[in-house]
């Protein structure tokens, strides 16, 4: 699935991703892994979610890019969002 919205991304298409689902189930471990703060770790990629490893494809195509090209133009913007299933 973040393979193919990061192709989808560089061949001009706007991407999201979004999970739902009931609380428990597994929503912030699919997008952000088992510890996201662990970008540092040699073997880390495969323990990432979704998020963190997209965002590591984004860059790393990014950078070949602008490598080639000396021109561009990015911007991202991340939400998360959150309701308390007993309304407070």
Avoid: C, W
């Avoid at 189930?25 to 073997?43: C, I, N, Q, R, V």
């Amino acid at each position: 699935l973040g393979r193919q919205l990061v192709d989808s991304l560089f061949s001009g298409v706007h991407v999201s991703a979004f999970a739902y689902g009931q609380t428990g189930s597994g929503k912030t471990y699919s997008m952000f892994g088992a510890d996201p703060l662990a970008l540092h770790l040699a073997d880390s990629q495969a323990k990432l979610g979704l998020i963190p490893n997209a965002l590591i494809d984004v860059m790393d195509r990014a950078a070949l890019l602008f490598a080639k090209t000396r021109k561009g133009r990015s911007s991202l913007g991340l939400a998360d969002l959150e309701e308390d299933a007993q309304g407070g």
